[in-house]
């Protein structure tokens, strides 16, 4: 597994494509060398279809597709020598592990010794050996995955596409195959493209992640300006930043506040006029007694207790969620229709341009 293709990063230039009713619009993109990117995005949005395009499975309506210094947007899929790894594993049913992993080398017509020492290699990077006499249809979710992953990487792949890999795991068999999955980037320095609706898993995986919805690509981030940045309503619902609002930008004193409800929150900001805001719910602070800073008062409409964190449900001007801890609440009744103080750190208001 020693000799591998020089890594190069791979750029996509406003790229469209309908098929059906759907519609690819206007993506552009540079994954660079050697990179974990994870496209996130719910269902529906276009990731398996981004993901066959870049594999060279459907050509683009419009756009092109670069890797490293060539076009490669006409490139039909063998010649790209891009790895897919299919959601559903996709593994040849009639074909033995062992036979299934060396399938596309034996293609190429690689001697036996050659075959046989890449084998070992992928093998052993995988964690399989004990599996090469087993079929498909013997092995558990997690031994497909490793399967399908060895026979994407026995090719030397430029660049491997994982559509959706784990998500027909149990979450224990999961976490350990992310961290696999983690560990093989460490070692093979492979440019990857991980297609995933989990954000947990994208947070996890992802050097940077890419949210797709609707077809169009709505932001590029690390996982911390995703997170905790997002820049449109859409980005912020989908990240899980439940409480987004609407205001103008308003300047007083040399400082910047938003309006909720009746009060004024300050924030930090570059952004003047009219602007979206979002909090999420556990940056709110819930207390009994009034606290300095952005501080709201507002009554408590409902309370859902969760494992560790209760979900409360405020009237504050605007309904807000706050997320508790358990703990923290002592002294502070959140029973419906108490009257609680909500406290938000300019730093955990998110303001983004309204468009
Ligand atoms: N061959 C096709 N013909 C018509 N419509 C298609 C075709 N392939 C995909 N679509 C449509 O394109 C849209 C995007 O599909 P895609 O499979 O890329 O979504 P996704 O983001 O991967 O979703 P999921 O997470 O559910 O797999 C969907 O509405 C789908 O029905």
Known sequence: MKERLPVRSLRLFRITKKIGEFQLRDISLEVFPGEYFVILGPTGAGKTVLLEVIAGMHAPDAGEIWLGEENITAWPPEKRRFG?????????????????????????????????RELEAVVSLLGVAHLLRRLPYT??????????????????????????????????????????????HQLTGTLIIHVTHDFE??????????????????????????????????????????????????????????????????????????AGFSVRP???????????????????????????????????????????????DKGCSLAPGSTVYCTIPPAAINVFPHY
């Open 201 to 274: 898993e994208a947070l996890y995986l992802g050097e940077r992640i890419g949210v797709i919805m609707g077809g169009k690509l709505l932001q590029v981030g690390s996982p911390e300006e995703i997170f905790t940045r997002p820049r449109t309503a859409a980005v912020a619902r989908f990240v899980g930043a439940e409480n987004i609002y609407y205001s103008d930008i308003i300047l007083r004193g040399g400082r910047k506040y938003v309006s909720l409800g009746e009060a004024l929150l300050q924030v930090e900001t570059d952004l003047t006029g009219r």
């Open 84 to 116: 897919f790894v299919y959601q559903d594993y996709a593994l040849f049913p009639h074909l033995n592990v062992r036979e299934n992993i060396v399938f596309g080398l034996k293609n190429k017509k690689l001697p036996p010794d050659e075959i046989k």
């Open 139 to 184: 092995l558990s979710g997690g031994e497909q995955q490793r399967v399908a992953v060895a026979r994407a990487l026995i090719m030397k792949p430029r660049v491997l596409l994982l559509d959706e890999p784990l998500s027909a795991l149990d979450p224990c068999t999961k976490e350990m195959l992310q961290q696999e999955l983690k560990r093989l």
């Open 282 to 328: 556990e940056q709110i602070l819930v207390s009994s007694l009034p606290q300095p800073g952005n501080c709201l008062r507002g009554k408590v409409l409902a309370v859902y207790p969760r494992r560790l964190l209760t979900r409360v449900i405020i009237d504050a001007g605007e309904r807000l969620v706050a997320l508790v801890v358990a703990r923290e």
